[in-house]
């Protein structure tokens, strides 16, 4: 985003483009732009909370095992 805020707003019109985003709304190429690095994120985030989960599950797997163990 800063790269393309940086292309859109550089130059000597790059403050009539910034105030006409402001009062009218950013364009549609920076509306893509977000949506694209929202989903990499999402998908990123799915990665994690996968590992995360899985880590949960084998350290509660060896506990319960431990636990049995510990009882007989």
Known sequence: MSAYKHKRYGGWLGGAKWAK???????????????????????????????????IGTDLGAAKSRIAKGRS
């Open 21 to 55: 985003d402001k009062l009218l709304g950013m364009p549609e190429e920076a509306n893509d732009l977000f949506q694209i690095s929202r989903q990499v994120y999402v998908t990123q985030m799915q990665g994690v909370i996968s590992s995360v989960a899985d880590t």
